[in-house]
């Protein structure tokens, strides 16, 4: 059974950092595309962070470069992404994603057809 479970979201101030973790089960994240997603009140759903092992590619929005990193960590089966200088705007429900398909367009890459987890709040206020 697939699984998904994000965890490490939080409320924090602006300038603090807090780190995601997405627990994956049922399949091996080493043949996977991984991303990390997020979704605030009244906007669509958007691809923060992304990462295609097996091409040594990250890729990540403009609006979080150079602050958040994703990585992952294949003995434990897990996704990491860690935030740093969380601004308010960076307030959304964050979830993780993985694909057996994607591709890398641009640098970025993207899920097709991701199995999704739960998601974890992160709420930054100034």
């Known amino acids: 059974q697939v699984q998904l479970v994000e965890s490490g979201g939080g409320s924090v101030q602006a300038g603090g950092s807090l780190r995601l973790s997405c627990a994956v089960s049922g399949f091996p994240i080493s043949r996977y595309c991984m991303g990390w997603f997020r979704q605030a009140p009244g906007k669509e759903r958007e691809e923060v962070a992304g990462?295609?092992?097996?091409?040594?590619?990250?890729s990540y929005a403009d609006s979080v470069k150079g602050r958040f990193t994703i990585s992952q960590d294949n003995a434990k089966n897990t996704l990491f992404m860690q935030m740093n200088s969380l601004k308010p705007d960076d307030t959304a429900m964050y979830s993780c994603?993985?694909?057996?398909?994607?591709?890398?367009?641009?640098?970025?890459?993207?899920?097709?057809?991701?199995?999704w987890g739960q998601g974890t709040q992160v709420t930054v206020s100034s």
């Open positions: 990462i295609y092992s097996g091409r040594g590619t990250t």
């Open positions: 994603a993985a694909s057996r398909v994607c591709t890398v367009v641009n640098g970025i890459v993207n899920l097709i057809g991701p199995n």
